[in-house]
């Protein structure tokens, strides 16, 4: 099968801290990898940021590795896959290639930039925007009224699949935004509240609805 | 883990401490009532946030006071620990919208819920004040349980 990458900003990854950075308090996004027919993931490149969001290290998942379709990864950055091999080491052992990591976190940023669609872009603009401004925020008020949260219903019914893709990797307050591009409101009274609920009622509508 | 003291100027590595994961499934107004399976909040919207019946859908402190009334709490004067008492907090924005609430511990120090980041405790009420949170506006106590 002929390797395809695509990048997806995907704020997941636990098992990727616990399992292979040790490091659980930094994010980490995943920038691309191959895809199987199902749209899985067999294999990823991933980048750890910081909390002011900037690279310091990047990845692969080790026990997965294409190496083939890596080399090719890294071949369309014009590059070499010299940092391909650092999940499981500690930061410490990493700081020796810290200008290389950096290097290539940054083609790889520019990499996901040029090779996504410009809406979504601007979709994940704002919503990393929205999540990093309000995540602190209990206020549906100021939680929905963000700039960024209004832009995003304003994209209409455009937003949904971005929308739905980002719910189905983490759990995020995007049930208003929903509602109001949608008109639809799937969840059951007796659930109100039930963070957990709500976003199946959402993934089952979205599913049904060919979003998903 | 987002960078608290970024998001808190009062906030300093001394006066609080970080006591849970963060998580969606519970907000600082259902942690202030101790219930950790739904989010609390008087939406427009009844279906994604829980709230008591019968009390109206309002930002308001009203609408809130109300809310902790139904659980057994009066407002108070004082933010002090009291002996056999719990206390909770309300803080409104300077537009007077309710944002956020604490709980005060049996030490007497408090313990928030962050929006959709981690339970903090933290050693006094000005801890959180600031411009996301505004200032403490109401007390209520009730008999410990």
Known sequence: MEPTF??????????????????????VKVLGGQLDSDGRYLCFDAVLVNQAHEPIALGVRPKKVFVDAVNLAFHQLRTKPICYHLWGQSLSEVEPEWGAVQFLAANLLEFKDQTEEPLQREFQRHARNWSAETAHLSSETQIVLHPSYQRIIGMGPAALTFIFRDL????????????????????????????????????????????? | MADLLSLFGNLTPQNHKVTSPETLNYNCVAWAAE?????????ANSRIHYWPSGIPRQETVEVFVRAFVRLGYAPCDSRELEEGYQKVALYISSAGIPTHMARQMDSGKWTSKLGTLEDIVHESLECLEGKDYGSVFRILKRKRR
Do not use: C, M
């Not at chain 1, 695509?6 to 994010?27: F, I, N, S």
């Open chain 1, 6 to 27: 695509k990048t997806h900003d995907v704020d997941w990854a636990e098992p990727l801290h616990q399992d292979y950075v040790g490091r659980p308090d930094l994010p």
């Open chain 2, 35 to 43: 219930d950790v399976y739904r989010r609390w909040w008087p939406s």
């Open chain 1, 168 to 212: 189905q990797a983490e759990p995020k307050d995007w049930f208003w935004a929903l509602n109001a591009i949608t008109g639809e409101d799937p969840v059951d009274p007796s659930d109100a509240g039930n963070v957990s609920k709500i976003v199946d009622s959402w993934l089952r509508w979205g599913r049904e609805h060919g979003y998903i």
